[in-house]
């Protein structure tokens, strides 16, 4: 191909030089948010286009099939046609396809859907418990032991010399790995793990293979580069053989599976093993506003010293990165404090539901926590209060028994070829309502989950509609096919709940951090382990650096309602605001902050002039005791008014107008926007929105029923 200068355009400095930096040894440190998916397929892109490499010799490789999904979407977008872009595995399960039955002489093997099974048996053996948990913890050490290339015979040794806790005894997990493996070579079955260990023990020890592959495979690009294990990089050394033709994306700030063998340490040490590599920072950051960037290297900038995954040094490895914010000013992180778990659960539905109320997407908002059992209250609390919302990591959108339903009809409806040119979102609509899509979402429950699933496939439609001309079913389903592959979901309407780990790689404009108390986080099995205690912040820093607009950090003092044990805010939040006081004040005494910490005006009541410190009290204006002058008729006017708007937006009542500021406008009867905007409850963005319906109905209402 040509040369097309117009690929470099609107890249910054630092991208422009990760992308147009010559063959070889490339190392782009990218910070959160610095664009680094369109730096790496620019990259590749730019090579195909200057003829330095064919499309079809250059292999991408990521961690999630989602992110290999979006490589590739963006590279046939970019004209770079051919290029392999897959996960570890799913490389590793196509070469072995292909040269498993060359070397071996049989069939690959299939990979076993009964690991559990296998390992209950190799457990059970041995008398040991065979109970869900305890066969998960054994299963995860298997894991573990071999992604960190670690025999049976030489496990005791390596996790004493780590400190790593072994779910039972030393001697006992080893004669259950080995008992594991001889159970799964007998059926004459893989797991994961296997894919990568056989690949590379084929590449290494058997030379005709290694050169046909090494001929098919000439330059390589490995995205998330601080999370490959020993086994990944095996893995990689075997498909690279004495060639350097590599190039690696990655930023040791964001290691956060050590736990499971990953180690930034290859990504540190990158210079040191080819010291002709090119260095690329990308520091600019064009996801997060300016106040949550400066948070973030808040967060990062506290770690130890020196102090990096599993102990490596890397303060002068020049790995180090300071992100710099890009975007226009955004609001002030929020800081939190309540009393107990529920009450911070509810404090983050009322935030949820104004910033709806605003015009905020529920999709564009996320509740992340550091342990999936903290979902199950935010789950009870939104299900309340009549807001979606969406377990991430829990059962997986295309297996969910609705979407398979309306894939079976939409795939059959385009085998009767009945849609033409333009009639793709109708007849894809048409097609749902068959299985359950309707015009209106139901008001809650499972009906509305399912609801949500159906119209996200039809949004998808829409979506598609406007981007590739004359689509069609046959093109839409092509493109449900290739999404579930991937597991690549469309965007369901409702608020995201997620650990920490599973929102690695994901944004959203609003970002709610719950539960930030110690021993969860960090986590109480980190207490002692220094390195432990870093991963943990890690973590934390890649939950700050998800959001785009606003981010809300809470805590509880205790549990469960009616105190308990008191508990102390996480070490990171007092290292961010070490003046901050840890325990919200008693309620009587409290008194509310903007985010800066200043006072707000103290509201008196406006019939008997005593302070007001109740929030139902002052969005009143007036004390619970003292009697109501509210205009029964205009406020019957606005709570109907209040309802028809909140079926055209498709939200809770309560997030256009709460009861309580119904009343106030009902008893103050405010005749302009001045007035109207001094009601608790009415901010700058409602006035706009619906500051002259309000107007109307009080201006047009007969006070005389006050």
């Not at 498909?239 to 340490?265: C, E, H, K, M």
């Not at 778990?341 to 539901?353: D, T």
Request: hydrophobic content about 40%.
């Amino acid at each position: 191909m040509t040369d097309q200068p117009g690929l470099l355009e609107g890249l910054d400095p630092q991208q422009r030089a990760a992308v147009t930096a010559p063959r070889g040894p490339v190392c782009v440190l990218a910070g959160a948010g610095t664009g680094k998916t369109r730096t790496i397929t620019y990259r590749i892109a730019w090579l195909v286009r200057r003829g330095l490499v064919v499309p079809q010799q250059v292999l991408a490789v990521t961690f999630t099939a989602r992110a290999a999904g979006e490589m590739r979407t963006r590279l046939r977008g970019l004209g770079a046609h051919g290029v392999q872009a897959q996960t570890f595995h799913a490389a590793a399960f196509r070469q072995l396809r292909y040269f498993w039955p060359r070397v071996i002489g049989d069939e690959l093997w299939p990979l076993t859907e009964q690991k559990f099974r296998l390992v209950t048996q190799a457990a059970g053996r041995l008398r040991l418990a065979t109970d869900q948990d305890s066969v998960r913890d054994l299963a995860t050490e298997i894991e573990w032991a071999k992604a960190t290339l670690l025999t049976p015979e030489h496990y005791p040794a390596a996790a004493a010399e780590r400190g790593r806790e072994c779910p039972v005894p030393p001697e006992h997990f080893t004669k259950v790995f080995e008992g594991y493996e001889k159970l799964k070579n007998s059926a004459k079955v893989l797991d994961f793990d296997d894919l990568l260990l056989h690949i590379a023990a084929i590449l290494e020890e058997n030379t005709e293979v290694a050169e046909q592959f090494r001929a098919q495979y000439r330059s390589f690009v490995v995205d998330e580069y601080q999370d490959v294990t020993p086994l990944q990089q095996r893995v990689l050394d075997a498909w690279l053989g004495q060639r350097d033709d590599l190039t690696v994306v990655g930023d040791a700030n964001q290691t956060i599976y050590s736990f499971a063998g990953a180690s930034p340490r290859w990504l540190v040490d990158f210079p040191l093993r080819y010291p002709n590599a090119e260095v690329v920072k990308l520091e600019r950051d064009y996801r997060s506003t300016p106040q949550v960037v400066t948070l973030a290297n808040r967060v990062i900038g506290a770690a130890s010293p020196d102090r990096g995954a599993e102990g490596e040094n890397t303060g002068s490895s020049g790995t180090e990165l300071t992100l710099v914010g890009q975007l226009p000013d955004g609001p002030e992180p929020e800081f939190a404090a309540h009393d107990d778990e529920a009450e911070e659960a509810r404090a983050v539905s009322r935030r949820i539901a104004r910033l709806a109320g605003n015009g905020v997407p529920f999709s564009e908002m996320v509740v992340l926590y550091r342990v999936n059992a903290q979902s199950e209250l935010y789950e009870q609390t939104l299900s309340e209060a009549g807001i979606p919302y969406q377990v991430r990591g829990g059962e997986r959108f295309f297996a969910r028994t609705e979407v398979r339903q309306a894939i079976t009809a939409l795939r059959g409806a385009a085998n009767r070829g009945n849609t033409g040119p333009g009639e793709l979102p109708k007849v894809v609509r048409e097609v749902l309502s068959e299985v359950g899509l309707t015009e209106r979402a139901p008001s809650g429950g499972a009906a509305l989950e399912r609801w949500q699933s159906l119209n996200a496939l039809a949004e998808l439609a829409d979506e598609l509609a406007g981007q590739v001309e004359q689509a069609d079913l046959t093109h839409y389903v092509a493109e449900l096919d290739t999404r579930a592959s991937a597991q690549h979901p469309p965007t369901v309407e409702g608020v995201t709940l997620a650990s920490l780990h599973a929102a690695k790689g994901l944004e959203w404009d609003t970002v709610f951090l719950v539960g930030l108390v110690e021993k969860t986080l960090p986590i109480q099995y980190a207490d002692g382990d220094e390195d432990a205690v870093e991963e943990e912040r890690r973590l934390f820093y890649v939950g700050v650096t998800r959001a785009r607009q606003r981010v809300r950090l809470s805590w509880s003092t205790y549990r469960g309602q009616g105190g308990g044990r008191k508990r102390r805010r996480s070490r990171f939040l007092r290292e961010l605001d070490p003046a901050e006081n840890s325990a919200p004040a008693p309620k009587s005494k409290r008194r509310e902050k903007s985010a800066g910490s200043r006072r707000v005006r103290e509201v008196h009541c406006r019939i008997c002039s005593t302070p007001l410190t109740a929030t139902a009290d002052v969005k009143l204006g007036r004390c619970s005791g003292c009697p109501s002058d509210a205009d029964e008729e205009l406020l019957t006017k606005l709570r109907g008014w209040r309802t028809e708007r909140a079926q055209q937006l498709r939200v809770p009542a309560y997030v256009v107008f709460s009861d309580a500021t119904l009343l106030a406008i009902a008893e103050q009867r405010p005749d302009d926007s001045e007035a109207l905007s001094r009601i608790s409850g009415v901010g700058a963005t409602k006035l706009e929105r619906f500051g002259s319906d309000v107007l109307g109905l009080v201006n047009g209402s007969d006070h005389s029923g006050g």
